[in-house]
Each structure stands twice: as C-alpha cells, then as structure tokens.
C-alpha cells in the first residue's frame, strides 16, 4: 500500500533531478503529483518521465496527472507536519489496515479509531472515532489529516464520529 509519503520518496529515488515533489489524492481512483527542479521549474522532458515513471511503476489502479509544484497552492495543497510515528508508518511500503490502526489510534487520547467498510468504486475508507467526550472540531480536522496521510495513493479516508 503506497502512502503520499512513501510515493514522494519512491519517485524522487528514481527521478533525482525533481527536488521538489508533493503527491496528492484528487479523489477516487486519482491523484495529482506537483514537481520542480532545482531551477524551481518543470521541464516539459521531466514532466514525460514522471507521467512515464507513474504509468509504469505506480499503481495502476490511480490515475496520476503531473503539473508543476507552483500548482499546489492554487489547488490548495500546502505543505503540512506529521508526528513521527505517523510518518514512520507512511514510510513503510507494506503497511497494512491493522497497523494503520494501531498507529492511529496511539496518536490520539480517548478516541478509538476503527475500520468500518471500504468503497471500492470511490477508493473511500470509512472509519468510525469513538469517543466517552465529544470530538472538537479542531480535533476531528487532525484526525481527518492524519488518516489521509496513511491511506494509499488514490484513496481517501471518511470519518464518522461517535461521543458525548
């Protein structure tokens, strides 16, 4: 399962010369990958071996499109912070549900989260919090970040939230 993180550091292993690369989930089955060079820009031959490299050693099952990093903000992905443990997991290239749960679920105090259902014709993982105290909106907006960057490329998380 091939999480944002873990496909930025594939591509930029084997396409060095892209310094900057974000990827990006555009909802069912897509994404987005936004590169520059060292120059700050996106050759036109770059661009062709990064459509090449996610045709043929990406998963098949996303539809990538590529556009220059400047992109990103005017599409509104920014750059955003995880814990370490959370980036630890994302780095490994076999992660699994179980351990996207374990990992999950340390990061946050009195919540459980949990699997519920997978919808394969929109890539969305649904998952459930559980909560004995109402879930914040300023911590559903974390949990809701955090479960996206451990979803595979392609997918997105939803999260429906159960407490006080």
């Known amino acids: 399962m091939g999480t944002r993180l873990w496909m ?8 060095p010369q892209l310094r900057y ?4 989930n555009a909802g069912s089955h897509k994404a987005v990958i936004y590169a520059w060079d060292d120059q700050l820009r996106l050759q036109e031959a770059d661009a062709a071996k990064l459509m090449r490299f996610s045709a043929d050693y990406l998963p098949q099952d ?3 499109t590529v556009k220059p ?3 990103a903000p005017e599409d509104g992905v920014y750059p955003c912070e995880v814990p370490e443990p959370l ?3 994302a780095m490994n290239g076999s992660l699994d549900q179980t351990a996207v749960f374990a990992v999950l679920n340390s990061l946050f105090s ?4 949990a699997y519920r259902r997978y919808d394969l014709r929109t890539g969305t993982v649904h998952m459930a919090a559980y909560s004995y105290t109402t879930i914040g909106k300023k911590d559903r907006e974390v949990i809701q970040k955090y479960a996206d960057e ?3 490329v392609g997918s997105t998380a939803e999260v429906f939230y159960y407490g006080s």
């Open 8 to 15: 930025e550091h594939v591509v930029r292993e084997h396409l």
């Open 21 to 24: 690369v974000r990827i990006q």
């Open 62 to 64: 996303v539809c990538f």
């Open 69 to 71: 990093y400047s992109a």
């Open 87 to 89: 980036r630890k997991a």
């Open 110 to 113: 009195g919540i459980i989260l």
């Open 150 to 152: 451990l979803m595979p």
